[in-house]
Each structure stands twice: as C-alpha cells, then as structure tokens.
C-alpha cells in the first residue's frame, strides 16, 4: 500500500485507525517524494514524522523524464493533481500496489485507474 502525503498529514490530527493498522502488519509504503512533501511542512512534528515514514519500505518512482510521456496515458491533464502526484500515481500502477490518499484530485485518479486504496 502506498500511503500518500495527505494520510500522514490528517493521521497527525487525528489517528487514523487504518493507517496504524496498514504499518503494524507491514503493509505500508512510501516513496522518497511523501518524504520530501513531509519534511516541508509545518505540523507538529514533520521532521520526526519524516523520520519515521522514510524507516517503511520504500517504492522506486519513475524518473521526470520517463513521467512526461505518461501523463497523456495516464489522462491526467486537468484532473486536479501535480507533477508529484502523478509520479506517486504511476510508482503505485508501476509496483503494483494500491495507493491510499485523502487528496480529492489523487483519489480520482487513482478510482478511474482501480488502484484506490478505500478505507474500511
């Protein structure tokens, strides 16, 4: 499961049940990009925070160079998400993996792709 930057993000407001269940079993990704995104931000704790979601398992993203020629095939023009997000997106399709985000833009995608990650 690869765990986007938006579920960190809320899980430190609020403890998100399937979030802690998905790391416990060992079924919780990252890639080096939610890290980055993490140690930019200014909650409580991002540099401790980052730490901790650079210590999970981590997915190979596809380079920028490669990623330019997917967008048109992934039919993200439009679709609300960023260059980052749609490196996240085509690393989830490229491993395997569904891909568990709050992000609205990311989450549609990801639902039109069938790699939403829906929690219980």
């Given at each position: ?14 403890p ?48 920028l160079?490669?990623?330019g ?52």
């Open positions: 499961m690869l765990v986007d930057t938006s579920v960190w993000i809320a899980h430190e407001r609020r998100q049940p399937d979030l802690v269940r998905l790391v416990e079993v060992g079924r919780a990704a990252t890639v080096a990009e939610v890290v980055s995104e993490l140690r930019l931000g200014c909650g409580v704790r991002p540099l401790e925070l980052s730490d901790q979601v650079a210590a999970l398992p981590t997915l190979p993203m596809p380079d160079d490669s990623i020629g997917r967008m048109d095939q992934l039919a993200v023009r439009c679709a609300g998400v960023s260059l980052s997000d749609v490196r996240i997106i085509a690393t989830a399709l490229d491993s395997g993996v569904l891909l568990y985000s709050f992000d609205s833009g990311m989450t549609r995608v990801a639902g039109r792709l069938g790699i939403q990650y829906s929690a219980s």
